[in-house]
């Protein structure tokens, strides 16, 4: 039970009004308060960057071994088994983070950056020979569909499929609602594709997906667990960078002065792609569970209780960002938890910033105009914030 004074709000984080446009939901909560409580629920919820921060920060108070999302893993099962890197905290998660963080580390960025540069020249070639396209299907879907299963080293065969699954992984950290109900629904028939590509298979050699699996025979993991950091690839790496560049391509599109200013130092494309993500955030929230009574302000969060994380209002927060509202690409967007922050920081991170960078990099080196040529369409998912639809027309130089 919640006492008399504490904050109180009916705002549904989930409504298809808040996922269309959150930032009134995210100013709402920040402005009653430190940490709200969200009555249809039954949770708690922050979206000032200083409490978000700080909740990220302190992995013994906010736990992620009951689930990232709002169902407690420990009480409820999942459309499918906890993660073994984002969904576990110490010594369990140090040992899967140490794995992948080795396997990401920045050498292993350079032998990937030529061929994913290659990849950006000969879409953006795609896109000056079509001149009028859907930016959501043709740059935000089809160039981390590329360049990330190749980095991983599967085959051509189905990658499609690791859309639907995305948007039900991204779902499924929300309530069980029609939206997660619609997805599951689309993504069930595929999930035995999926696990076919998590097996040792025929991964390319010197691949990311190789070194998961050489971590396996070295003894650093058992097969069963190579196997769950492949999908954990697979679901963590395609739709969040999905949403990232299309947020990114949409900003841009209508933000002409920006646009210019790329367009005249393309060097710009990596805080381009960084003030997108702070200033619409893919990843929109994530949960965690306290594992003890705390206080946070004046309001007393109860052990076992689920914090939602507003990453998106923490990076839209006034008292952190000067204008937050404001679109800027000369921003100092450093410091945004687009990627969150501790120990569960996105271990990805470097590989999105590559395909930004090298994407808009490559855009503003050869398209003269960006502009909107129709009514963008969201593609409304309980955390992920990403377009369906995003119709433009390009002149190149
Ligand atoms: C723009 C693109 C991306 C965004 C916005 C994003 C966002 C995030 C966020 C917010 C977290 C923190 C989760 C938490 O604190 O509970 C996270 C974790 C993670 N991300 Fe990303 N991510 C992106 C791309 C990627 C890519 C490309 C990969 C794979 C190469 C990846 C793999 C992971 C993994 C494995 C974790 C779990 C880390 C852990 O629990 O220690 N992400 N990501």
């Known amino acids: 039970m919640q006492a008399d004074a504490t904050p109180v709000h009916e705002l549904d984080p989930f409504s298809d009004e808040t996922l269309t446009a959150p930032e009134a939901v995210q100013d709402a909560i920040r402005q009653t308060g430190p940490v709200v409580w969200l009555s249809r629920y039954g949770v708690w919820a922050m979206a000032g960057h200083g409490e978000v921060h700080a909740a990220l920060n302190d992995w013994q108070t906010y736990s992620s071994a009951s689930g990232a999302g709002l169902p407690n893993l420990k009480r409820e099962k999942g459309w499918r088994s906890p993660s073994i890197i984002l969904e576990v905290d110490p010594p369990d998660h140090t040992k899967t983070r140490l794995v992948l963080s080795r396997i990401m580390s920045p050498a292993a960025l350079r032998t990937i950056r030529d061929a994913f540069q290659a990849e950006a020249e000969a879409l953006v070639g795609r896109l000056i020979d079509m001149r009028r396209f859907d930016a959501a299907t043709e740059i935000a879907q089809a160039y ?175 008292a952190r960002w000067e204008r937050p509202g404001v679109f800027d690409i000369e921003r100092k967007a450093a410091g945004h938890v687009a990627f969150g922050y501790g120990i569960h920081g996105c271990v990805g991170q470097m590989v999105a910033r590559l395909e930004g960078e090298l994407v808009l990099g490559e855009m503003a080196k050869r398209i003269r105009t960006l502009n909107l040529d129709g009514e963008p369409r969201r593609n409304l998912n309980n955390t992920l914030r990403s377009f369906a639809s995003l119709p433009v027309v390009i002149e190149p130089k």
């Not at 609602?177 to 999930?191: C, I, M, T």
């Not at 946070?296 to 990076?315: P, Q, R, S």
Request: charge should be negative.
């Open 144 to 318: 981390p569909l590329r360049v990330f299963p190749d980095a991983l080293g599967l085959d051509g065969d189905g990658r499609e499929n690791l859309l639907p699954i995305g948007d039900l992984n991204f779902n499924g950290f929300g309530p069980q609602n029609a939206r997660f109900e619609a997805s599951l629904a689309k993504a069930k028939p595929l999930l035995p594709w999926l696990a076919a590509k998590c097996g040792r298979g025929h991964l390319r050699a010197g691949s990311f997906g190789a070194q998961i699996y050489e971590a396996a025979d070295r003894g650093d993991l058992t097969e069963d667990e190579a196997g769950l950091l492949m999908r954990t690839f697979l679901l963590a790496g395609i739709d969040t960078t999905v949403g990232g560049l299309g947020n990114a391509v949409h900003c841009l599109a209508t933000h002409p002065g920006e646009w210019a200013k790329l367009t005249e130092g393309p060097a710009l494309s990596r805080s381009a792609f960084e003030e997108a993500l702070r200033f619409d955030s893919p990843v929109q929230i994530f949960f965690r569970t306290a594992t003890r009574d705390t206080e946070v302000g004046t309001v007393l969060i109860h052990k076992d209780e689920k914090v939602l994380l507003m990453l998106g209002g923490a990076n839209r927060d006034p």
